[in-house]
């Protein structure tokens, strides 16, 4: 008999756990899963270079991999603190038979992106596809106990980047370009407890939308990908959420449990594809476990 969608991965109770930030993939138990053994490659990001935000682990580190199976040489971005982190995956796309560069630094402040421009096209020759993917996320219960600087590093990592970003990289891409951002569920529908971080959700859905419109007639299609819950090292590190939650996570879910990252991934790659989603610009495609309306 076929599994079921809701029993192919991983279910909770995991084990009662916390992170120290930004987390470190291979301390979480059970470990996300990312190869993504049944999915097969076709060459459908021959000869590209993509540069991944937050490709160290969870889902960019699924993206990184999968872009490397279907043909492309990628460069990630992490924090010095997830270097280890960072060399699995590297390791991972020369498997895939890729090219991979890190480059370290925080995306909070503003050269970081020019280095991570540069650098890919110095090192890599070129760039193709953009992924904006990394985050920083906690939760909060009470409003008034939210930091000015906690609510200033949550946009500056999750939305100036993607403007930062985009803006150094613009010089670079040429017609047939991509350029797409990891969105939220609670970007679509709130999250009380998760005020900041679902306002950079927010915004990320909107300015995709926006970029989308100023960038077609230059030929590059700008597009999101929103989640719903997903076992990445960003959850358990993220210091308002108590150990028992995260070993809770995603079980709310219609699903019955949080996505793994290699259950994400491969929507980037459908969206980075020409051969796949030429017609495709302006889209946030939710990708929410079954969730099938916003509130």
Same mark, same amino acid.
């Given at each position: ?22 987390? #470190? *993939? ?49 460069? #990630? ?28 630094? %925080?995306?909070?402040?503003? %050269? !970081? ?9 110095? *090192? ?24 000015? %600087? *906690? ?8 939305? !100036?980047?993607? !403007? ?105 790659? !459908? ?8 017609? #495709?610009?302006?889209?946030? #495609? ?10």
């Amino acid at each position: 008999m076929t599994a079921k969608p809701q029993d192919l991965e991983p279910k909770p109770p995991f084990p009662d756990q916390k992170l120290e930030k930004p987390g #470190i *993939e291979s301390e979480l138990d059970p470990k996300p899963r990312y190869a993504a053994p049944a999915y097969r490659g076709s060459g459908k990001l021959h000869g590209k270079v993509a540069l991944i935000t937050g490709g160290d682990s969870g889902i960019g580190r699924a993206v990184a991999v999968l872009y490397a199976r279907e043909g492309a040489d990628v460069a #990630i971005t992490a924090l010095p603190a997830e270097r280890s982190d960072a060399e699995e995956t590297r390791q991972a796309i020369a498997t895939e038979g890729g090219r991979c560069i890190v480059v370290e630094g %925080d995306l909070a402040e503003r %050269d !970081f992106s020019r280095t991570c421009v540069d650098r890919t096209v110095a *090192e890599l020759g070129r760039l193709d596809i953009l992924v904006h993917n990394a985050a920083h996320q906690n939760h909060w219960k009470v409003l008034e106990d939210l930091p000015d %600087d *906690e609510i200033e590093r949550t946009f500056r990592v999750n939305v !100036f980047a993607y !403007f930062w970003l985009v803006k150094d990289a613009l010089p670079h891409l040429s017609e047939g370009a991509v350029i797409l951002a990891t969105g939220s569920q609670t970007g679509v529908a709130g999250s009380g407890p998760l005020p900041a971080y679902s306002s950079t959700k927010g915004a990320i859905h909107t300015l995709t939308k926006t970029l989308s419109q100023l960038l077609l007639d230059r030929g590059i299609r700008v597009n999101c990908v929103a989640p719903g819950p997903v076992w990445t090292p960003l959850n358990a590190a993220d210091t308002g959420r108590t150990a028992k939650e995260v070993g809770e996570f995603g079980g709310k879910s219609p699903m019955g449990r949080p996505a793994q990252p290699e259950e994400i991934a491969p929507a980037y790659v !459908f969206l980075a594809s020409p051969a796949d989603s030429s017609y #495709i610009t302006g889209e946030v #495609i939710n990708v929410l476990g079954g969730t099938t309306t916003a509130g």
